[in-house]
T-cell receptor
Framework: GQNIDQPTEMTATEGAIVQINCTYQTSGFNGLFWYQQHAGEAPTFLSYNVLDGLEEKGRFSSFLSRSKGYSYLLLKELQMKDSASYLCAVMDSNYQLIWGAGTKLIIKP | DGGITQSPKYLFRKEGQNVTLSCEQNLNHDAMYWYRQDPGQGLRLIYYSQIVNDFQKGDIAEGYSVSREKKESFPLTVTSAQKNPTAFYLC?????????????FGAGSRLTVL
C-alpha cells in the first residue's frame, strides 16, 4: 500500500531551527509537496520538489531524496506565527496526491 | 482577489438529513476537489472533477455526491448514507492534474452530526 509518515508533533523555540521529516512509499513518484495549515484554516502551499536536492525559499527550505523516499522541511528563525501543522503529500504515478497525517509544530517563546 | 469560497463554515445536521456544502472558485481553474480531514489522518479525496459535467470518485466517495454544472462551482452533498459524516471538509482547485499540481484550498466547512 501507499504510505506517508511524518512525526505527529514537534516543539521548538522561537528563533531556532526545526526540521520536519517525511518518508514515503508510493506507487511511482511525480513530486512531493509541503503545505502549511493553521488550526481551523485552509492549507497553503509551501514548496514542491521533484528532483533531488534542496529548494530554498526565504526562511523555509525543502529537501528531497528520491532514492531514500525521504524529504524534510527546514524552518529557520522560527516565529510564533509558524505554529501550525505541516502536511507532506506525494503525487503518485497516477497523479493522485497521497497525504501524510501532518506534523503539528508548537513554537515556544 | 481570486480564491475559493466555501459555505457554510459551520453546519449542524440531524441524522438522516442530506446537506450540501457549497464551493465556488474564481481562479479559472479547470480541476476541483473535495477532501475530508479527520484528526490524526491525512486528507482523503472524496471526489474530483477535471472538466464541467464530468467527475470521478476518490478514495472515500460512498455516501457523497457532487455535480459540476459550471466551471466555477463544485457542490458536495453529504447524504444520509454516509455513516460518519462529522468532519472538516475542504474544497480545492488547480489548473489540472499535471506534476506540479499546486492546490488552492477554501477555508473549509465543519460538519457536525447531532
Amino acid at each position: 500500500g501507499q504510505n506517508i509518515d511524518q512525526p505527529t508533533e514537534m516543539t521548538a523555540t522561537e528563533g531556532a531551527i526545526v526540521q520536519i521529516n517525511c518518508t514515503y512509499q508510493t506507487s511511482g513518484f511525480n513530486g512531493l509537496f509541503w503545505y502549511q495549515q493553521h488550526a481551523g484554516e485552509a492549507p497553503t502551499f509551501l514548496s514542491y520538489n521533484v528532483l533531488d536536492g534542496l529548494e530554498e525559499k526565504g526562511r523555509f527550505s525543502s529537501f528531497l531524496s528520491r532514492s531514500k523516499g525521504y524529504s524534510y522541511l527546514l524552518l529557520k528563525e522560527l516565529q510564533m506565527k509558524d505554529s501550525a501543522s505541516y502536511l507532506c503529500a506525494v503525487m503518485d504515478s497516477n497523479y493522485q496526491l497521497i497525504w501524510g497525517a501532518g506534523t503539528k509544530l508548537i513554537i515556544k517563546p | 482577489d481570486g480564491g475559493i469560497t466555501q459555505s457554510p463554515k459551520y453546519l449542524f445536521r440531524k441524522e438522516g438529513q442530506n446537506v450540501t456544502l457549497s464551493c465556488e472558485q474564481n481562479l479559472n481553474h479547470d480541476a476541483m476537489y473535495w477532501y475530508r480531514q479527520d484528526p490524526g489522518q491525512g486528507l482523503r479525496l472524496i471526489y474530483y472533477s477535471q472538466i464541467v459535467n464530468d467527475f470521478q470518485k476518490g478514495d472515500i466517495a460512498e455516501g457523497y455526491s457532487v455535480s459540476r454544472e459550471k466551471k466555477e462551482s463544485f457542490p458536495l452533498t453529504v447524504t444520509s448514507a454516509q455513516k460518519n459524516p462529522t468532519a472538516f471538509y475542504l474544497c480545492a482547485s488547480s489548473w489540472g492534474l499535471s506534476g506540479a499540481n499546486v492546490l488552492t484550498f477554501g477555508a473549509g466547512s465543519r460538519l457536525t452530526v447531532l
